[in-house]
Structures are given as structure tokens and as C-alpha cells.
């Protein structure tokens, strides 16, 4: 109707007074402009609305890109750090842990001491941890699907814990998980703990994992010595 409208109009361009003051086409189609004002209006309202958003969106990812790159390019020391803060942080990066509504967190943090830590690399590590643990998440059958993070004192180590009720880890992959480069992406792990194990060692730590299976979740512990 739109387009037949405006051929009318491009065919009476010549004699536009004429043709609205004594042709009966004339007078509908003036009814018929004044009838679209209202949905151009609210048609304009929404683009601007979404305008918004996507440039909210866009200051998100902003945000988010920003935090990486500061974190990828910190110094590469030793540097005294509070676990609890590190890893807040880092979930902070994690969109799907804001978005998915389907996803729960569990916060479990004891007041523990600051440790002395190389902040780079924890945060890669625990990046891959947690885009990991939703992975396993989403592909889990689990209605109720929770991530607990826990982070206590524990003898001379501080020691943060990541477990999802997930997919879980297949009982003969359990011995192939520390190897160069194992990866189980499509069953939900996906992460190369051997480079991880290597640089949490660097740091006097210990990494551990743990699952009793398909369908049974899996727990990732960073244990850092006391600084």
C-alpha cells in the first residue's frame, strides 16, 4: 500500500494542488499518510531505544576488553593479591555468568590473607576454568544448574575451589587430563591443565581436578602457598 501510495503521488508531482483539492485519490491519500504518523513515531521510538542498548552493549564489551588488556598486560612478577578479590574479578569477565539466567553462583569465601601471586597468569587460568565450567554447565541435564566457588584457608595454602554440577569428566580422561594439550570441548572441559598445573607449580602451588564422571560435575582446586 505503502509503495502503491507513492507511485500515485510521483505520477501527480506535476499538479499536486490540483490533485488534492479535486481528485478523490488525492484526499484518501492524505488520510492514508496522516494514518502511518503514529507507528513512524513509535518505529522511530524504537530504533532509538535499541540504539541504546547496543551502545550500552558496545560499553560493556568495551569494559570488558579494557579489563583483559590490562590484566594480559601486567608486569610478570610475584605480587601480593587477596584471592577473593582476584576471582571476583574474573568472574566479572565472564559474560555467560551475567546473562544466563539458567546458571547460579555460589559464593563460599573465608576471610583469607593476601598471597603473593602472578596475576597474569592466575587470571588467564581462571578464565579458562570458568568459560570451561559453563561450558559443562550448558551441557549438562541438570535443571539446576549451580556454580560454587569456595575459597579458604587450608593449612599453609589458600586454596580456591570451582566446582559446577556440569557434565563432568569421563572416567578415561581422568588420566589424560595433566597431558600437553588434552582437551575435551565438546563434552565440557576443554581446558590444558598441563600449562596450568606447570605455572601453578611455578608458583609453589598445586592444581587439582576432580570428577566422579559423566553427568557428576567436576572440581578445579588452586592451592597457593601463604605469602
Known amino acids: 500500500n505503502y509503495m502503491k501510495a507513492c507511485n500515485i503521488l510521483h505520477e501527480n508531482l506535476d499538479n499536486i494542488p490540483e490533485f488534492f483539492a479535486s481528485d478523490p485519490k488525492g484526499e484518501q491519500l492524505v488520510k492514508y499518510f496522516l494514518l502511518l504518523e503514529k507507528p513512524i513515531v513509535n518505529s522511530f521510538k524504537q530504533i532509538d531505544e535499541n540504539i541504546e542498548v547496543i551502545r550500552d552493549k558496545a560499553a560493556a564489551i568495551g569494559n570488558i576488553i579494557a579489563r583483559q588488556s590490562k590484566f594480559i598486560n601486567s608486569p610478570y612478577f610475584l605480587e601480593k593479591q587477596n584471592m577473593c578479590e582476584v576471582v571476583d574479578s574474573v568472574i566479572q569477565l565472564v559474560p555467560d555468568l551475567h546473562t544466563d539466567s539458567s546458571i547460579t553462583i555460589d559464593k563460599q569465601y573465608e576471610s583469607v590473607p593476601s598471597i603473593k601471586l602472578q596475576k597474569p597468569s592466575i587470571i588467564r587460568i581462571l578464565l579458562n576454568i570458568l568459560d570451561n565450567s559453563v561450558h559443562a554447565l550448558k551441557y549438562s541435564r541438570n535443571l539446576n544448574k549451580v ?42 572441559f576443554g581446558l590444558d591443565l598441563h600449562n596450568a598445573a606447570n605455572i601453578i607449580n611455578e ?9 566422579k564422571g559423566i553427568n557428576k560435575g567436576a572440581t578445579v582446586s588452586i592451592s597457593l602457598p601463604l605469602a
Do not use: R
Open 203 to 211: 608458583m609453589g602451588g598445586e592444581l587439582k581436578i576432580d570428577s
Open 147 to 188: 556454580l560454587m566457588i569456595s575459597i579458604k584457608k587450608d593449612n599453609e595454602y589458600v586454596t580456591t575451589s570451582i566446582t559446577d554440577n556440569g557434565y563432568g569428566i569421563a572416567e578415561e580422561n581422568m588420566d589424560k587430563i595433566f597431558k600437553n594439550s588434552f582437551t575435551t570441548k565438546k563434552g565440557g
